[in-house]
Structure formats: structure tokens, C-alpha cells
């Protein structure tokens, strides 16, 4: 699709979760900037309204890697079958404050069923006790570990991918430029509802837990906002976004400047879907088949 389609409603199962959340009392996840507040209120609202789906699952186990600012606590999720065709680093969403490996394991543990990929899932640092640029930092560092031990992964000579959804979306752009201008060979990367512009306004409690009083600087940073990098020679973009997400028009913005870089692009819109959707597939099946055809996307781009 191409963004020009009318408008469709909001699936209804989402809207009714989103009801329940409004009714529930329970404050925005992000309202007030604290770290620990913030993560346990989203604990809360997954338990109650979209828990992780139950999926099965192939070999899993965790490690830690160096990072520049101290142990990386990764985990590695392989295909419950088949051959892997390769490997994909992924990062979390969570507003650069929350998730973690735990809330996002399914979303790996798919990805691997269905793309057939190992998948590194990064435990990254989060805001606001570890500020920019630490937790993208800690996804680049990731990515170098993962490109040099392809062999241990998804296979030695095999693609490597980074994907990431919402703020992990946003590492991943950035890690990709940051591949090829260090001549770091990536496949793909996988842009879920990305945050790719961090100079517009936005969340005030996200910018100030992620920026401090340093936003009008650190938010024209490459690191924080990939838009407005040079494109050209970056991986081959899958793009996924629902029309009634707040950042449909970013992710519209940053798959223009894909193409004009002339970057093969697989671009997923999404009629009735909004932010998060790879989040509610326990409870929506129009989320299950996006997320599905995401991860297909992947696996026949890793395949080619």
C-alpha cells in the first residue's frame, strides 16, 4: 500500500483493549519519567490486557557479551526446525525506558520460527539510569558480536539482519548505518513501527528521561535519529506500521527517504492496525497474521 488508501477503523478487539486500559484508571505507562514506575505500570497493563502469547519454541539460552559500558545480557533463540538461514539481532521496543528480553521473547521466539533465524535478543540499557547514547551503544555493540560469531549463531558465511520494534526499531536504523560505515555486511533490517526522527516533540517524559536537559543537542544525533542520516548503501529495509499509529506519518516519512536512497524497500501498512501490534497477538488475530507476514517477509529476503 502506499499510505494514500482511506482510512480504516481501528480492529475492534484493539479498541476495546484500549477501552479497558482508559477505564482501568491505570496512568500512561511513561507519565512521570521514572524508570522503575514506569516498568512495573507496564508489567501491570500486559498482564492484564495483552499477555504473551504461548508459542513453541527451539533452543534458548542467555549469555553476557562486553559492551562499551559494561556486560550485555543477550539471548539466544533458535528455530524450533530447520536449518537457520541466518542470524537477526534484535532490539526491544519499550520508549527507550521499558521491555526487556523477557516481554519481548515472543516476538524473538517468532521471528525464529518463522523467518528460520537465530536470534540474538539484546537486553540494551535503558533509560532514564542509563541515558543516551547507551542503550544504542549497547545494540551496535551487539551487532559487532553477532557479526563475529556468525558461526556460533545462524552460521558461518550465512546473512545477519537487525530488527527491532518502536524504539528497537530505532536502534536498528541506526545500527545499520553505523554497519555500513564500518563495512559491516547486513541482509536486511527489520523496522516495526520505528521511531527514526527524535527532533520532533514527542513524549516529554521519554525525551527527558532519555536526554536530560542535553535534547536539543542530543536529539539532532544520527544515533537518535536516523532520518536525517545519508541512506545510501544501507540494508535492504522491511518496514511495518499500522495507519493508526502516532508515528504512521515517520514511518511513511523514512521509507520515502529509503527509496530516494534507492534502498530496496518491502514496505507493510497496515489498515486497522496502530503502535504495538506485534505485542497483541495473543489477543488479535489480525495482529498474529501482520506479525506473521513480517517474519515471512524476512525469511524469504534472508533466503534470496
Known sequence: MDGNSSKAALDPIIAAMERRWHESGIPGIYVGGNGPVSRERARNIRALLYPKPTLPAGKIERTDIAGPNGPITVEIVRPREGTPTGTLVYFHGGGFMIGDIDSHQAH?????????????NVDYRLAPEHPFPQGVDDAIAATVWADKNRGRLGGEGKPLAVGGDSAGGNFAAVTAIV?????????????LYAVTDMTREGNSDIRKALFGANFERDARSLKASPV????????PAIVGVGVHDFLYKDNLAYAAALRAAKVPLTYREFATLNHGFFSYTAIAPSCEAASEQICRDLGELLGR
Open 108 to 120: 524473538a521466539i517468532r521471528f525464529a520460527n518463522t523467518a528460520k533465524v537465530v536470534v540474538v
Open 228 to 235: 536525517l542520516a545519508r541512506l545510501e548503501g544501507v540494508a
Open 179 to 191: 554497519c555500513r560505515d564500518q563495512g559491516i555486511k547486513l541482509a536486511a533490517q527489520v523496522l
